[in-house]
T-cell receptor, first 112, second 108 residues
């Protein structure tokens, strides 16, 4: 069966520090991969999605970037975090076509 | 284009029914529904693919009116476990655009 792993579960970082969040999927090939951010009590904001290795689509211009170095690995990065980057970051995967999205457990990021 | 959900929040007593609506200003070809419990990740409930299609999941069902560009989620005889935030999403070009969510709180 397919599983999605996302880490770390919680992270506290100072303003201006770099960020790297990793997400991996097991049990499937060539998944569509997604990064979302959710502010406290708010909706799901799509940040990036990828339909294949090296293919990244950015939805919201900001100081974050994403990479997909391997088929089932999706990384969210920042060179310098801002206070506004705080939130709940969720990785998700889906199959091709109209398929459900399956979410990882999320990373709760606090910027001090 | 983000779908619009209504109401924003609902408070029910256990055993009562609720309806959550999702509408779009653009043509809909599919609608996704997810539930997110506090502090957890969203969980997939169902996808509706055709106009007029209805699907069910326990006592949670949904309808999809392609012509009206809207979908409704029906929660019948609500249970405490139904509490959470419900999101609808519309699929565009390999991605889902989610509504802002409807917070559902079930009282014992």
């Amino acid at each position: 069966s397919q599983t999605i792993h996302q880490w770390p579960a919680t992270l506290v970082q100072p303003v201006g520090s770099p960020l790297s969040l990793e997400c991996t999927v097991e049990g499937t090939s060539n998944p569509n991969l997604y990064w979302y951010r959710q502010a406290a009590g708010r909706g799901l904001q799509l940040l990036f999605y990828s339909v294949g290795i090296g293919q990244i689509s950015s939805e919201v211009p900001q100081n974050l970037s994403a990479s997909r170095p391997q088929d089932r690995q999706f990384i969210l990065s920042s060179k310098k975090l801002l206070l506004s980057d705080s939130g709940f970051y969720l990785c998700a995967w889906s199959g091709m076509g109209i398929q459900p999205q399956h979410f990882g457990d999320g990373t709760r990021l606090s910027i001090l | 284009q983000q779908p619009v959900q209504s109401p924003q929040a609902v408070i029910l007593r256990e055993g009562e029914d609720a309806v959550i609506n999702c509408s779009s200003s653009k043509a809909l070809y599919s609608v996704h529904w997810y539930r997110q419990k506090h502090g957890e990740a969203p969980v997939f409930l169902m996808i509706l693919l055709k106009g007029g299609e209805q699907k069910g999941h326990d006592k949670i069902s949904a309808s999809f009116n392609e012509k009206k560009q809207q979908s409704s989620l029906y929660l019948t005889a609500s249970q405490l476990s139904y509490s959470g935030t419900y999101f609808c999403g519309t699929e565009i070009d390999d991605k889902i655009i989610f509504g802002k969510g409807t917070r559902l709180h079930i009282l014992p």
